[in-house]
T-cell receptor
Framework: KAGVTQTPRYLIKTRGQQVTLSCSPI?????VSWYQQTPGQGLQFLFE???????NKGNFPGRFSGRQFSNSRSEMNVSTLELGDSALYLC?????????????FGPGTRLTVT | AQKVTQAQTEISVVEKEDVTLDCVYE???????LFWYKQPPSGELVFLIR??????QNEISGRYSWNFQKSTSSFNFTITASQVVDSAVYFC?????????????FGSGTRLLVRP
């Protein structure tokens, strides 16, 4: 089975712009979660989607949003980018909703905001 | 509140040494799940083990072993005869129900450097 894929792998944006990141889960997985990883804050949960509905949400401002399509692919959008949004954004998929089973992570998208 | 503490920020060992990575957690629930993930330099987190709160059996998988002790709220990870390829950041994570949803909290990670 192909693993979780994320595109693009690297992005450079300017403060104030918006960005959309994409994630394709493992075939058959219906849950997709997003995480932000920074040296200062570590790994932080953003949100989880299951069957096209947001099921869980972390403590991030409304500038961070996402959606999931009927084929389970997911996109994450960040509007009005700030310098502090520079991070590695990881996507993970799982066959089930919630976090009771292991997740399979993609390679991440490295976002740099200048 | 949920909390996962990995007190060891960085550990450096010489190849073939045994090394233990500590993980201490806090939770109010009786039902919860613990995980270990490995993040090699490539950046992709790799799942290593899952344990639910009702299963205190230790587990061994090759050179890896895990010691789960509810009495001390710890879920420690030992690598026996470490190898250079074990160099990575290792994360411990805790999942528990919060209302109708689950929350997943990662520890801050332990960077392991295995020197040849």
């Amino acid at each position: 089975k192909a693993g979780v894929t994320q595109t693009p792998r690297y992005l450079i944006k300017t403060r104030g712009q918006q960005v959309t990141l994409s994630c394709s889960p493992i075939s058959g997985h219906r849950s997709v979660s997003w995480y932000q990883q920074t040296p200062g804050q570590g790994l932080q949960f953003l949100f989880e989607y299951f069957s096209e509905t947001q099921r869980n949400k972390g403590n991030f401002p409304g500038r961070f949003s996402g959606r999931q399509f009927s084929n389970s692919r997911s996109e994450m959008n960040v509007s009005t980018l700030e310098l502090g949004d520079s991070a590695l954004y990881l996507c993970a998929s799982s066959p089930t909703q919630g976090f009771t089973y292991e997740q399979y992570f993609g390679p991440g998208t490295r976002l740099t905001v200048t | 509140a949920q909390k996962v503490t990995q007190a060891q920020t960085e550990i450096s060992v010489v190849e073939k040494e045994d090394v233990t990575l500590d993980c201490v957690y806090e939770t109010r629930d009786t039902t919860y799940y613990l995980f270990w993930y490995k993040q090699p330099p490539s950046g992709e987190l790799v799942f290593l083990i899952r344990r639910n709160s009702f299963d205190e059996q230790n587990e061994i998988s090759g050179r890896y072993s895990w010691n789960f002790q509810k009495s001390t709220s710890s879920f420690n990870f030992t690598i026996t005869a470490s190898q250079v390829v074990d160099s990575a950041v290792y994360f411990c994570a805790l999942s528990e129900a919060e209302g109708s949803s689950y929350k997943l909290i990662f520890g801050s990670g332990t960077r392991l450097l295995v020197r040849p």
